[in-house]
């Protein structure tokens, strides 16, 4: 069975443009969540997809946001990058039932000039 | 944002060694997940544990779900090259709440 797959892997921006990252879950699989890692603050929540629909959401501004596909797939975008937007973002996805292992992806490094 | 008291920080061991490292939160949680990450990759699923008390072995691995579900240990037996990374705990509250709250890592590397 194939793995969570991001893509792209790698992107660079600047400042004020935005970025759509994509995140393709494993089969079967119908939660995906996203997280940002970044050496500062760690692994950090962003918000989670269930069924098309925002479940859960972390401490992020609007900036920041997603979206999830009938076939489970998902996309995270971000407007007005900033310095600090620099960062792996990585996508997780979850059966979702009453075992909740979270199975993520290789990541996508964003750099943000 | 909230992360876990994850310690000790680094570790620095021979080849062989055993590793512990263990995990603290002020919160409970319902299950305990325990991952590691190579550079340049997402984590990796390791032990999964889901009852208070629970003590769970993945081969070389074995991990405890501490009785006050605030607390979590990981052990690795005998330790090999590639066992060199970066391991996190991540605590979930509550069952269809799929934010994990992870902890601040363990890098481990290993002396030849």
């Known amino acids: 069975k194939a793995g969570v797959t991001q893509t792209p892997r790698y992107l660079i921006k600047t400042r004020g443009q935005q970025v759509t990252l994509s995140c393709s879950p494993i089969s079967g699989h119908r939660s995906v969540s996203w997280y940002q890692q970044t050496p500062g603050q760690g692994l950090q929540f962003l918000f989670e997809y269930f069924s098309e629909t925002q479940r859960n959401k972390g401490n992020f501004p609007g900036r920041f946001s997603g979206r999830q596909f009938s076939n489970s797939r998902s996309e995270m975008n971000v407007s007005t990058l900033e310095l600090g937007d620099s960062a792996l973002y990585l996508c997780?996805?979850?059966?979702?039932?009453?075992?909740?292992?979270?199975?993520f992806g290789p990541g996508t490094r964003l750099t943000v000039l | 944002g909230q992360q876990l008291n994850q310690s000790p920080q680094s570790m620095f061991i021979q080849e062989g060694e055993d590793v512990s490292m263990n995990c603290t939160s002020s919160?409970?949680?319902?299950?305990w997940l325990w991952y590691k990450q190579d550079p340049g990759e997402g984590p990796v699923l390791l032990i999964a544990l889901y009852k208070a008390g629970e003590l769970t072995s993945n081969g070389r691995l074995t991990a405890q779900f501490g009785i006050t579900r605030k607390d979590s240990f990981l052990n690795i037996s005998a330790s090999i090259p590639s066992d060199v990374g970066i391991y996190f705990c991540?605590?979930?509250?509550?069952?269809?709440?799929?934010?994990?709250?992870f902890g601040t890592g363990t890098r481990l590397t290993i002396i030849p």
């Open positions: 997780a996805s979850s059966l979702a039932g009453p075992v909740n292992e979270q199975f």
């Open positions: 919160s409970i949680f319902n299950t």
């Open positions: 991540a605590g979930q509250l509550d069952f269809g709440n799929e934010k994990l709250t």
